[in-house]
C-alpha cells in the first residue's frame, strides 16, 4: 500500500526512480511523484494524479537531473487522489521533502497544533504533518535533520515508512518505519531505498530490512548507520538478495496475473521441491519438525489470514482437522486483532500471507505472540515482516507475485498448508501409512496436472466472451471445494468488478436461490467427490429455476457434464487438493472476463497489493 524509493549515489537518480516506481506499483496507483535536488542544491517536487506512466510524461518537459531522490507511488488513504495529495509533500519553507507509506492516527491534532504555530498545510494528507512537524522542530530546537526525524517520530501515533530530503543537501537521506516495510540496498557508493527489494535488485543484492521504530541515516560521507528510537546505534544486518529480474518482468505475457497462472506448474514444484523425497515416500516441513512437540501437543490452532490468504486458511483448517485431529479455527485477521480473543499457552497461531506485509495479519501475530502462543508464518516474501516476527514457518517459494490478485500465491499456500498437516498427521500418527503415501503422490501429481488444465485456456477464454454480460455471478463448492469457490468469485469480483458471492452449495436453498434466474450465470465446483450425488440435487434446483451452469467437473463424471450448460474438466485428484486445481480455472475465467471488459487486470481500480494499512 503506496510504494516509496529513494536514491542516493553518483548516478543519475531519476531513472532509478522511475523504474523503481513501476516495479512498486502494484502497491498503488492513484497517484506519483518525485522530489530531487539537483546540482545546484535546489530541492524539486514533480507529481501528478494517477499512474506513474502520467508522471513519466509530465517528466519529459521537466529538468531530471540530481544524484539524490526521493519518489512514492500511492494508494490513497487520508485525501482523494489528486495532485495536491500526490507525494512528495514540501515542508512549510520548502526546505525539506517527505514520501510516507502508512497511516497517522494522531494527524489531526498535530496539525492543529502547527497550526497554531503558523504552519500552512497545501493537501488533506496525514502524510503532510510529518515533515511539517519535522521542520518544526528543527527550528525550534536547532538541531540536525536526523535528530529532528527522531523526536518528530516520538510524536507519532501509526504506521509510516518515510524518507525525507533536505534542501542544499546533496549527500544525505534520513528514512525511518514503524509497521510499514524499508529495505536499504547497498551498492558501491551509493544506496537505493524501497518498499521491497524489487526496485532495488537489478543494482545490488546486499541489502538491510529496517526493524520497527528504526531510523536510517544515509550518508554519501559516513555510509548507513542505523538508530533506534532513543537514539541507540544498532548493527547493521547485511542480507543477501535470493531474487532475479527476470522473474519481476512479464516475460511475453500481457499481464503479470496471467504468466502467474501459468507459472503454477513451476510454482507448485518449487513449493514441493526439498520437502518431499525423490522415491515420493517421505513429505517433511523443517518447520513443522524443528517444533515436533509443540505441534503434537498443540490443544488448538488459530489460523489468522486476509483476502485469499484467508481462503486458504479454510482449506488449512478441513486438512489439519481431518489429518491431525486439531481443532481449527480460521480468523479474518482484522477481526481477531480488534476482539480480545481467547488465547491460551499451547496454541499454536499460524499467520498466512503473500506479501507478509498485510498490516492486519501483522497485527494480529503481535497480538497472539504477546498472549503467549507460538506463532508460524506461511509467506511467499522472504525477509518480510511476518516472517520475521514468527518463531518459526514456511516459506511457498512461488516467486514474486506481482498481479494484484493472487492466484500462484493461493495455490503454492494450500500446498504447503497440506505438507504441513501431511507432516504432523504422520508424526502425530492420526493418518495410516497407506494414506500418507497415497497423497503424497497425488501432491507430486499436481504440478503436470495444472500443465494440463492450462492447455483449456483457450475454451475458458471463449467461456468468458459469452459471460462478459453478467452483473452478477454465484460461485459454489462444497467441501474442500467451498473455500475454491469463495476464492474464485473473489477473483472475479476484484478484477472484472463484477458482482460476485461464493457459497457452499447446499446453503443455497437458505436464501440465495431466490437470486437465481436466466440471467444469473453459476459456477459450480462439481468433481466426482464424495458428496458428488448431493452436488447433483442442487445443480438440478439451480436449472429448474432457469439457471445458467458453468461447471468444473473430473473426466470421469457422466451425469453433470449433461445438466450443464456448459463444463470445464479438470484431472482428478484427492479430495484434499482439489481446490488447488479447481481454482486455476477459475483464475483463468476471471481473467479473461475481465480483459474482454477491458480492465486494467494487473491494477484493478481501489485496490493495491500489500495491504500495509488497516
Ligand atoms: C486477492 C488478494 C488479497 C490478498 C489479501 C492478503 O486476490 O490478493 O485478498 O490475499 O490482501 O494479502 P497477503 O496474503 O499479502 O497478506
Redesign the pocket.
Known amino acids: 500500500m503506496c510504494g516509496i524509493v529513494g536514491y542516493i549515489g553518483n548516478k543519475e537518480a531519476y531513472p532509478i526512480l522511475i523504474k523503481g516506481l513501476h516495479r512498486l506499483e502494484y502497491r498503488g496507483y492513484d497517484s506519483a511523484g518525485v522530489a530531487l535536488i539537483s546540482e545546484d542544491g535546489d530541492l524539486k517536487i514533480y507529481k501528478s494524479r494517477g499512474k506513474v506512466a502520467e508522471l513519466e510524461r509530465i517528466m519529459q518537459s521537466k529538468d531530471t537531473g540530481g544524484h539524490v531522490g526521493i519518489a512514492h507511488t500511492r494508494w490513497a488513504t487520508h485525501g482523494e487522489p489528486n495532485d495536491i495529495n500526490a507525494h512528495p509533500h514540501y515542508s512549510e519553507s520548502r526546505n525539506l521533502a517527505i514520501i510516507h507509506n502508512g497511516i497517522i492516527e494522531n494527524y489531526a491534532l498535530l496539525k492543529e497544533a502547527l497550526q497554531a504555530n503558523g504552519y500552512t498545510f497545501k493537501s488533506d494528507t496525514d502524510s503532510e504533518v510529518i515533515v511539517q512537524l519535522i521542520e518544526y522542530i528543527q527550528n525550534t530546537n536547532r538541531c540536525s535533520l536526523p535528530e529532528a526525524v527522531r523526536r518528530a517520530l516520538r510524536e507519532l501515533v501509526g504506521a509510516y515508512a518515510i524518507a525525507i530530503i533536505e534542501k542544499g543537501n546533496k549527500t544525505r537521506i534520513i528514512a525511518a518505519r514503524k509497521s510499514s516495510p524499508l529495505v536499504v540496498g547497498i551498492g558501491q557508493g551509493e544506496f537505493f531505498l524501497a518498499s521491497d527489494a524489487t526496485p532495488i535488485v537489478e543494482h545490488t543484492d546486499k541489502v538491510v530490512y529496517l526493524n520497527n521504530d528504526e531510523i536510517a541515516d544515509i550518508s554519501l560521507d559516513h555510509g548507513l548507520r542505523i538508530f533506534d528510537i532513543d537514539n541507540n546505534e544498532s548493527d547493521i544486518d547485511i542480507k543477501q538478495l535470493q531474487l532475479s529480474i527476470s522473474e519481476l518482468e512479464k516475460g511475453g505475457y500481457p499481464h503479470f496475473m496471467l504468466k502467474e497462472i501459468f507459472e503454477q506448474p513451476k510454482t507448485i514444484t518449487d513449493a514441493i521441491r526439498g520437502r518431499v523425497n525423490v522415491e515420493m515416500t517421505n513429505v517433511v516441513l523443517s518447520g513443522v519438525i524443528d517444533n515436533k512437540e509443540i505441534f503434537i501437543n498443540a490443544k488448538r490452532i488459530i489460523i489468522v ?5 484467508w481462503h486458504a486458511g479454510l482449506i488449512g483448517e478441513y486438512l489439519i482437522e481431518d489429518m491431525c485431529r486439531i481443532p481449527v479455527e480460521v480468523e479474518y485477521a482484522s477481526e481477531f486483532r480488534y476482539r480480545n480473543p481467547v488465547i491460551n499457552k499451547g496454541d499454536i497461531v499460524i499467520a498466512i ?3 507478509g506485509e ?1 498490516a492486519d ?1 501483522l497485527a494480529a501475530v503481535e497480538l497472539a505472540k504477546s498472549k503467549g502462543a507460538f506463532i508460524f508464518g506461511i509467506c511467499n516474501v522472504v525477509g518480510s515482516s511476518i516472517a520475521r516476527a514468527t518463531d518459526s514457518g514456511a516459506y511457498i517459494h512461488v516467486g514474486p507475485e506481482i498481479g ?3 492466484t500462484k ?1 493461493f495455490t503454492g499456500q494450500v500446498t504447503v498448508l497440506m505438507m504441513l498437516a501431511l507432516t504432523l498427521g504422520h508424526h502425530k500418527g492420526t493418518i495410516s501409512q497407506e494414506f500418507y503415501l497415497d497423497k503424497i503422490k497425488h501432491l507430486c501429481q499436481l504440478s503436470e496436472q495444472i500443465a494440463d488444465i492450462l492447455q483449456l485456456d483457450n475454451q475458458i477464454a471463449d467461456l468468458a466472451k459469452i459471460f462478459t454480460y453478467a452483473r452478477n455471478f454465484l460461485y459454489l463448492g462444497r467441501g474442500y471445494n467451498y473455500p475454491a469457490a469463495l476464492e474464485g468469485a ?2 472475479l469480483k ?1 478484477i472484472s468488478y463484477i458482482h460476485a458471492e461464493g457459497y457452499p452449495i447446499a446453503e443455497m436453498k437458505h436464501g440465495p436461490i431466490a437470486l437465481i434466474d436466466s440471467e444469473m450465470p453459476t459456477v459450480v465446483i462439481a468433481t466426482t467427490d464424495k458428496i458428488y450425488e448431493k452436488t447433483i440435487s442442487n445443480i438440478q434446483e439451480i436449472k429448474a429455476r432457469g439457471g445458467k451452469i458453468i461447471a468444473i467437473i473430473n473426466p470421469d463424471d457422466n451425469i453433470v457434464r449433461k445438466i450443464a450448460d456448459y463444463i470445464i474438466e479438470i484431472p482428478r485428484t484427492c479430495e484434499h487438493l482439489s481446490p488447488v486445481l479447481a481454482s486455476v480455472p477459475l483464475q483463468l475465467l476471471a481473467y479473461y472476463i475481465a480483459v474482454y471488459k477491458g480492465r486494467d487486470v494487473d491494477r484493478p481500480r481501489n485496490l493495491a497489493k ?2 500495509t494499512v488497516e
Not at 489470514?305 to 490468504?309: D, E, F, K, L, R
Open positions: 489470514a486476509c483476502g485469499t490468504s500471507s503473500q506479501s498485510t495479519t494484484v490478485a493472487s500465491a473473489l477473483k476484484e500489500s495491504v
